[in-house]
């Protein structure tokens, strides 16, 4: 390959630390920062209207705990939390100016701070319940999350998933067809995870051993997915519900202890298996690519596969395997949206939750941790506008629904911080 | 990366003779090398084994497994399948009722319906394939031409919609004479359209960010755009709670050739548009420098081609094309703006563009093949109740199929030649 090439030229010119430290700047991210920090300032706090209270609901009804509605004075408080945004801006001019790069929790508590403050800003004189809003977020955000780690475990390793979608619909579809043909939720659940290795093999099949471009193969199996999955509904689901397509839905499940704890218990331990499987999944992702020989061999395949070949991988069964892992992924946090969610399996029930999850991946920059925050806050997002609708809201809630799509243009534009996908992506490993 | 998906093609035509030339970013050194063989020799042989071949086995192919599903979700075929071992025969004559009465009435519907008696109403479901046909057209040059500079433009569904919307609002607000107010209509759907595209392209040239990633939250954004303009009082209906638009001013309106169909001047509008990318590639300065961007940006920029300008240039382009399909969408088809204007069309252009090979001529036979087939499936769907979506599986499995030259090939035992490659790499998203 040609970059190859280049790399191995025989004399190295080194050049001198001001320009590299030159190159490294990029005042990209905190100059973003600080107009956001600014913008909160100006418009949730300082030029806000004054007197209004913002109340947030603590507890629910049925809370072992009581808490009483926490009642803020808006206007202060939105100033207090945008010159947190605005400290937060200027730790990142700091760290920039000296060269280093900005670590992933600044971005995560600069997106806090300035959600929470125009969160005080818009709810001002009205009252939400703050459990309800999360509760809600974490409902959209779980989908994403399964997505995102997919394509993570794919990317990672060099291959790049636009499939996402398709795989979380067709582990929705399967899941919610073999539940309702068994009558057992547990083994529709055992068939999601199937039906997006099943998607996850065509992509491999394509784009490793027959070279074809990831991102079309991508393209078109979400095509193929959505024609299948429509075609079956129109023809079968539609009309012999009763038979096809009545799953039924998981129970939630509280852990005793921890659900008690007020706000945080009731939204992260009340919930579904799928979502406890999903914590574990979690984890499980961060700890292999990170901290385990399997998550370096992964990661040494998706940055330098000369390199791991040399070193004795074989990067295109890594490839393979990663890409069905991710498959598996998907498809089980697809089942999220029949056997959790909904109960019946509908039309393209995902609505583009494959895509949100690729955003989500980009701009946690590759890593567990980090596309979990994105998803959350995408969620969030998501289910604010909802909410901030019934309570008369005056900006338009199409015009909400577009800032996580608008976040993620600027995050790949390098305004929201350093994005970088591992080197190898999307490049075919073929052995000369 | 213009053609790891026909390498082990390469492999096996060459006998193995340059294993290492022909990797990743060199063009295959194609038969020319070879004795130049007479002309009626070569087009037995193009019939046979080259690129149309593929296509052809690669549509029969798709078709097939197509009946296979058509059969499979059959009421009809699974009642005689529930007796299937006292008479298998049952089974099988349902199955092929089943796929033929549904083929039958999707070739009814898309070329010629022999239950009319004039020549021209028993055209009329031609003239449907053709409707259908003209924003894919248009939309998949939009693909195409991107695909050409070494891009995938995955966002001809939002320039599309914002094609679509300025065409509309010029459409159905502007008071203008006749025939300028089509053409500064069309002229406003390339704009709004280009601009969209442009952006996309921009950001490429300056930040580097991956076009898809880019195409692919610009089409949301478009979506949301237009659910939301079409609340306020500029874009909305007067005096009703749909999200829709006024009608088309009759001057707006793009003239309808033959009663009662939808066929209109949109038709000719998205041939120029052909027309117009054909020459583009083909016969400008701009095109030559597009190409040979696509083909390798390193010799481009070391030829003193600007590899960022072409990028936005050619984004721009073909937002332009794709607001064209916009425009004709709204002002022919449909005759007013409301939320699902652009359908999967943008989508669908890219298998419009992936079938066509990346050539205007291909996008065009491909975008009349899919509008057939869109066409079709309405009539079969109206006639034997098989949902209209096995065009999607049929469209998918097409690319598929026509991608990986070695798999149909395999199907079939047959030496397929691999011609054009269907589509440019790409490197790392974001």
């Given at each position: 390959m040609t970059e190859t090439a280049t790399r191995t030229e025989p004399e190295r010119v080194e050049p001198d630390s001001e320009t590299v430290l030159a190159l490294r700047r990029n005042w990209g991210p905190p100059i973003a920062y600080l107009v956001l920090g600014l913008l909160a300032l100006l418009v949730f706090g300082i030029f806000?209207?004054?007197?209004?209270?913002?109340?947030?609901?603590?507890?629910?009804?049925?809370?072992?705990?009581?808490?009483?509605?926490?009642?803020?004075?808006?206007?202060p408080t939105s100033i207090v939390l945008a010159v947190g945004c605005l400290l937060a801006t200027a730790y990142a001019f700091w760290l920039t100016s000296k060269g280093r790069r900005t670590p992933l929790w600044l971005p995560i508590v600069f997106g806090i701070l300035f959600v929470l403050s125009f969160l005080s800003w818009a709810v001002g004189g009205a009252a939400i319940s703050l459990t309800g809003l999360l509760q809600g977020a974490l409902a959209l955000a779980v989908p994403f999350i399964f997505g995102a780690l997919c394509g993570m475990v794919g990317e990672r390793s060099g291959v790049i998933n636009i499939a996402i979608d398709g795989q979380l619909l067709f582990g929705a579809f399967l899941s919610g067809v073999v539940a309702s043909l068994s009558g057992n939720l547990w083994v529709g659940l055992i068939a999601a995870p199937i039906a997006g290795v099943m998607v996850a093999w065509l992509l491999a099949i394509f784009t490793i051993k027959y070279f074809?471009?990831?991102i079309i193969v991508g393209v078109v199996l979400n095509v193929l997915v959505y024609g299948v999955t429509n075609f079956l509904y129109g023809s079968l689901l539609g009309p012999e519900q009763e038979t096809w397509n009545s799953p039924g839905k998981f129970g939630k499940l509280e852990i005793p202890l921890l659900s008690d704890i007020p706000v945080i218990g009731?939204?992260?331990?009340?919930?579904?298996?799928?979502?406890?499987?999903?914590?574990?999944?979690?984890?499980?992702?961060?700890?292999a690519l990170f901290h385990t020989r399997w998550g370096l061999r992964v990661r040494a395949v998706g940055e330098h596969p000369e390199a791991a070949d040399t070193a004795g991988i074989d990067v295109n069964s890594v490839r393979f395997r990663n890409v069905l892992i991710g498959g598996a992924i998907a498809g089980f946090g697809g089942a999220f949206f029949t056997l959790a969610q909904q109960g019946?399996?509908?039309?393209?029930?995902?609505?583009?939750?494959?895509?949100?999850?690729?955003?989500?991946?980009?701009?946690?920059?590759?890593?567990?941790?980090?596309?979990?925050?994105?998803?959350?806050?995408?969620?969030?997002?998501?289910?604010?506008?909802?909410?901030?609708?019934?309570?008369?809201?005056?900006?338009?809630?199409?015009?909400?629904?577009?800032t996580p799509y608008l976040l993620t243009i600027l995050a790949v534009a390098g305004l929201v911080g350093r994005i970088r996908p591992p080197a190898a992506n999307g490049v075919p490993y073929i052995k000369s | 990366m213009t053609d790891q998906d026909e390498r082990p093609d390469a492999q096996a035509q060459d006998g193995g003779r340059d294993s290492a030339a022909a990797t990743a970013t060199e063009p295959k050194p194609d038969n020319r090398t070879e004795e130049e063989p007479s002309i009626g020799q070569r087009f037995l042989r193009e019939l046979t084994t080259g690129s149309t071949a593929l296509t052809f086995l690669s549509v029969v192919l798709a078709l097939l497994i197509g009946a296979i599903l058509i059969v499979v979700s059959d009421?009809?075929?699974h009642a005689a399948a529930s007796y299937f071992f006292s008479r298998p025969g049952d089974t099988f004559a349902a199955a092929w009722t089943s796929a033929s009465e549904a083929y039958a009435a999707m070739f009814s519907g898309a070329i010629i319906d022999f239950d009319e008696y004039t020549v021209g109403r028993a055209?009329?479901?031609?003239?449907?394939?053709?409707?259908y046909a003209t924003p894919l057209i248009a939309a998949g040059l939009a693909v195409a031409l991107a695909f050409r500079t070494g891009l995938l433009n995955i966002g001809a569904q939002g320039q599309l919609i914002l094609g679509a919307i300025l065409a509309g609002y010029i459409g159905f607000a502007v008071q203008l004479p006749p025939v300028i107010h089509i053409v500064v209509a069309m002229l406003a759907g390339f704009v709004g359209g280009a601009v969209w595209g442009g952006i996309a392209g921009l950001i490429k040239a300056t930040r580097g960010a991956h076009e898809v990633i880019v195409t692919i939250m610009l089409n949301y954004i478009a979506l949301f755009l237009l659910a939301y303009l079409l609340t306020t009082d500029a874009f909305q209906r007067e005096g009703e709670d749909l999200p829709r638009s006024p009608f088309m001013l009759p001057t707006a309106e793009l003239w309808r050739p033959i009663e009662g169909s939808r066929l209109n001047l949109g038709l000719l509008f998205a041939l120029l548009a052909a027309v117009y990318t054909w020459w583009l590639l083909n016969r400008s300065t701009m095109g030559f420098r597009f190409k040979a961007v696509g083909l390798n940006p390193h010799a481009a920029t070391t030829a003193g081609i600007s590899v960022p300008r072409s990028y936005t240039m050619v984004m721009f382009i073909c937002g332009g094309l794709a607001g064209i399909a916009g425009a004709t969408q709204v002002m022919g088809t449909s005759l007013h703006l409301h939320t699902s204007i652009a359908e999967q069309l943008g989508f669908d252009a890219i298998t419009v563009a992936l079938l066509g090979r990346s050539s205007p001529v291909g996008t065009v036979l491909a975008a009349i093949l899919f509008g057939a087939l869109r066409a079709g499936a309405t009539t079969m769907q109206a006639q034997t109740q098989t949902p209209i979506d096995i065009v999607l599986v049929v469209q998918a499995l097409i690319v598929l199929f026509i991608a990986a030259p070695p798999l149909v090939r395999a199907v079939f035992r047959l030496k397929v030649r691999a011609t054009t490659p269907v589509a440019p790499g790409s490197g790392g998203l974001a």
């Open positions: 806000a209207e004054g007197g209004k209270t913002a109340t947030f609901g603590l507890s629910t009804r049925t809370d072992a705990i009581q808490l009483d509605p926490l009642a803020v004075p808006a206007k074809v471009n990831q009731p939204v992260l331990f009340n919930q579904t298996i799928i979502v406890y499987v999903m914590y574990v999944v979690v984890a499980v992702v961060h700890v019946i399996f509908s039309k393209e029930m995902t609505a583009g939750a494959g895509f949100i999850a690729l955003a989500a991946m980009i701009m946690g920059r590759w890593t567990p941790i980090g596309a979990v925050f994105a998803a959350l806050l995408i969620g969030f997002a998501d289910n604010l506008q909802s909410v901030l609708g019934i309570i008369g809201f005056p900006i338009p809630s199409e015009l909400m629904a577009m | 009421p009809d075929v055209l009329r479901p031609f003239a449907d394939t053709l409707t």
